[in-house]
């Protein structure tokens, strides 16, 4: 296998400092609904240029470059302990370029290590097998830490806002996270929601799901129909972009089921802020690909 | 929340009270002048080491504490972990600098403020009620810059003057001090006692309401 340090660096260049267009798109489209003058279209238009800015000077968008998730898809034969390897080099040379912050933190002795290595899950890497035709794949998700602390996990029912365990108790709790959030996931934001699972696999689909473009509706008619009725909702609250009021809260949600256990059922929102950087990088052979 | 025709307030650091007072919620000012960065590191530290007393001062602290008292006094304190370039030659350059979020201060806020004479932090999300009563009390007020825009934000520091904690707190916990022109922010908290946050949190709180009774 080759190695593809330089690759992966350049990926996580791109993430930092690069945000997807079609997320970037949705941001412009948002400005038109808010009024002329206001702090809320104040805010998407500094938005906007500093999205362009960190393009052109190839600085993070966000100083907090967030928590570095990798998803792996790596042809059968491939070495996953390389390509852990290859990861950790490139983020510390990422690191040193100023494209991401020094950001693992050991929570017992409260030291930053200064390079974004921590323990055997800093950065988070997640290996998946494909067929040895295949492409290897890898996307990276920098989630920021304002962002993630808005998160919230709920156990229905739910007697507090009369949640059931169906869907109508899901859009209770979602829109119920999107108040207490305000502006603090820094609005507007994305919700990625997972429905079932234990409390750890949850989570962990409710990133997932973020994965896909924006306005990618899941397959079900029924899931798909709340997910526009969450984003028309969340927006009806007046929380606005960083909380200053106005009709851009939220800019997309996704949906994704799991299998739970009969006793069980969890709803976890995951609140992705509007640096909502993920990048993907393929390699097939000698070519190499960068969304 | 700025309402229209508010004219934007050119502030230069330190503050004095009455142009604290002239200040009110939704106007939008341009700070220049030198700041100071701290968070959650920076004020638990603060507050057990000079205000409550906990824990003994240790190390650099006295001395670090000292060079603190003269930057805060009518200063301004920025919630802010950059991304900081030349960090092994010590050519500092602030690279990204947006608010980090505020409210995970709000137990020491008021007593920091108070302590240093703090005319202003500079956060996102907003502060709670502790920290509004400090902002009449001190007088000060709560500025709000645009979160996530790191790169815009960096371009208006102009130097980095100089940094404390560095090799104890790490990169983003540091205090940095820098000088800046034009730095854009909203009063979002006033030394009247007005909140936007809590307006806008009550007033969502009720579309929610609304939202819950509906199937």
């Not at chain 2, 006295?62 to 919630?79: P, S």
Request: glycine share 10%; proline share 5%; net charge neutral.
């Amino acid at each position: 296998m080759r190695d593809i340090t330089n690759e992966i660096l350049e990926l996580i260049r791109r993430t930092s400092s690069s945000l997807p267009k079609d997320v970037e798109e949705r941001l412009r489209a948002s400005i038109e609904k808010e009024a002329p003058g206001s702090a809320a279209r104040g805010a998407l238009e500094t938005i906007l240029k500093n999205i362009e800015l960190s393009r052109a000077n190839s600085t993070p968008i966000c100083q907090d470059t967030g928590t570095p998730i990798f998803y792996i898809h790596y042809p059968e034969g491939w070495s996953t302990r390389r390509l852990r390897e290859q990861v950790r080099a490139a983020m510390v040379e990422a690191t040193r370029r100023s494209y991401m912050r020094p950001n693992a933190v050991d929570a017992i002795y409260d030291k930053n290590t200064g390079n974004n290595l921590g323990g055997d899950d800093f950065p988070t890497i997640h290996f998946e097998e494909v067929d040895a035709d295949q492409p290897l794949v890898i996307e990276l998700m920098l989630k920021g830490g304002g962002c993630e602390n808005v998160g919230a996990q709920y156990s229905l029912p739910n007697n507090n806002l009369a949640a059931g365990r169906d869907l109508a108790g899901v859009r209770k709790v979602v829109l119920d996270a999107v108040q207490k959030a305000q502006g603090q996931g820094c609005a507007p934001g994305i919700l990625g929601v997972s429905i079932g699972g234990d409390r750890g696999s949850s989570y962990i689909k409710s990133k997932e799901v973020m994965f896909s473009k924006m306005g990618t509706r899941n397959e079900d008619p029924k899931i798909a129909e709340l997910e526009e009725r969450l984003t028309k909702e969340a927006n009806e609250m007046g929380i606005g972009p960083m909380g200053f009021g106005g009709k851009t809260t939220v800019l997309d949600t996704k949906i994704t089921g799991m299998h739970r256990l009969p006793a069980s059922y969890f709803v976890s929102v995951s609140y992705m802020c509007w640096a909502y950087r993920r990048r993907k990088l393929v390699v097939r052979g000698e070519e190499v690909e960068y969304d | 929340m700025v309402k229209k025709g508010y004219a934007m307030h050119e502030i230069t650091i330190p503050i004095s009270e009455e142009t604290i007072l002239s200040l009110h919620v939704g106007e939008p000012v341009e700070l220049s002048g030198v700041m100071i960065t701290g968070r959650d590191a920076v004020h638990k530290w603060l507050s057990e080491t000079f205000i409550k007393r906990t824990r003994e001062p240790r190390g650099d602290d006295l001395h670090v504490y000292e060079a603190l008292k003269k930057y805060l006094d009518q200063g301004v304190l920025y919630h802010c972990g950059p991304v900081v370039s030349g960090i092994d030659t010590k050519q500092y350059k602030f690279v990204a600098a947006g608010p980090t979020t505020s409210t995970r201060e709000e137990p020491y806020q008021a007593d920091v403020m108070k302590h240093f004479n703090i005319r202003g932090v500079i956060g996102k999300g907003g502060m709670g009620p502790k920290t509004l009563k400090g902002c009449t009390e001190t007088p000060g007020v709560d500025f709000h810059a645009i979160g996530g825009a790191a790169s815009f934000l960096a371009q208006t520091v102009q130097r980095v003057v100089g940094v404390y904690k560095l090799e104890e707190f790490g990169v983003p916990e540091a205090m940095w001090v820098i000088e800046v022109k034009k730095f854009p922010v909203v009063v979002t908290m006033d030394a009247h006692g007005e909140s936007q946050h809590k307006a806008i949190d009550d007033e969502s709180r009720k579309v929610l309401d609304d939202l819950l009774q509906m199937p």
